[in-house]
């Protein structure tokens, strides 16, 4: 594999493409906003008017783009990746989406001698820009095998969770365990400041032992000085967190947690946050009138 079309150039997507270029892959992208791509551009990247012309000759097209109606729209919608791609592409969808709608993306392609990928990642901003994303995988073992040079460009911790949609699920049981987390450390935070306590010292005290964790590394110090710059949109969360609990609902199951982190963050965009990072959320417990 040689040339990569990529579609989707948000704050995730620009330092992935990097990433790619650094391990030797030629790129040509194509996003909604062509002033996103103005510095890729400037890095070699090859600009692509249309999805049609970002999926010729590619060997592999990576898309990671908003919601799930986005992500319909580029592979169903008129000039689609599925109708554009060649016989025996790799098509890798890295969007935390719904895992019903990666299903159907896989049939289709596979229908058409493409190689479906659904490939949500974690580990944010940071990681994305470190190379050090965790990629989760759903889809078949040819594929896979066949995508492991990209992944590791872009990522560390790589693991194919079963077929179609399993990616998608793990991405959903991830943001579930996310959500609780972040209620904890922001409650921490909000308990220990009320309480008269040094913050920092606080970290650099607990980090150590159960409460250690990667949100209180990197996201609680950013909580502290009021840094709310996104890694992860609120809004973008918020999506995720709407996906998880649709699908506990077809799975029966109940979680009360999660329900309980949609609820707070979704005051929180209400007010105005849902541009801004998750961290945000310790805006709720330090002003609970907002």
Request: net charge negative.
């Amino acid at each position: 594999m040689k040339t990569i079309g990529f579609i989707g150039l948000g704050v995730m997507g620009q330092s992935m493409v990097r990433n790619l270029m650094k391990h030797g892959f030629d790129v040509k992208a194509y996003t909604r906003t062509k002033e996103k791509a103005t510095s890729l551009l400037e890095e070699g990247v090859t600009w692509c008017e249309s999805i049609r012309d970002v999926c010729e000759d590619a060997d592999a097209v990576i898309t990671i783009v908003g919601y799930p109606s986005d992500v319909e729209s580029i592979y169903f919608g008129d000039g689609n990746i599925l109708d554009s791609a060649e016989p025996g592409t790799l098509l890798i969808d890295m969007t935390t989406s719904s895992p019903k709608l990666a299903e159907r993306i896989a049939e289709t392609a596979i229908e058409r001698s493409l190689l479906p990928l659904d490939a949500p990642v974690t580990g944010g901003d940071i990681g994305a820009k470190n190379g050090t994303l965790s990629i989760l995988v759903g889809g078949g073992e040819f594929a896979f095998n066949k995508a492991k040079p990209l992944f590791e460009a872009m990522g560390q911790s790589i693991e194919r969770m079963g077929y179609a949609g399993s990616g998608q699920y793990a991405k959903l049981a991830n943001q579930i365990a996310i959500a609780g987390t972040m209620m904890g450390n922001a409650e921490m935070l909000a308990f220990s400041k009320r309480a008269g306590l040094d913050p920092e010292a606080l970290i650099r005290t607990i980090r150590g032992g159960a409460a250690g964790s990667w949100t209180l590394e990197n996201l609680v110090p950013r909580m502290i000085v009021e840094d709310y710059a996104p890694g992860f949109f609120i809004k973008h969360f918020i999506k995720d967190m709407t996906l998880a609990i649709e699908s506990a609902n077809e799975l029966h199951v109940t979680l009360p947690g999660l329900e309980l982190a949609h609820r707070l963050y979704s005051i929180l965009e209400d007010n105005g946050y849902g541009e801004n990072g998750t961290q945000a959320l310790i805006e709720y417990y330090l002003n609970q009138d907002v």
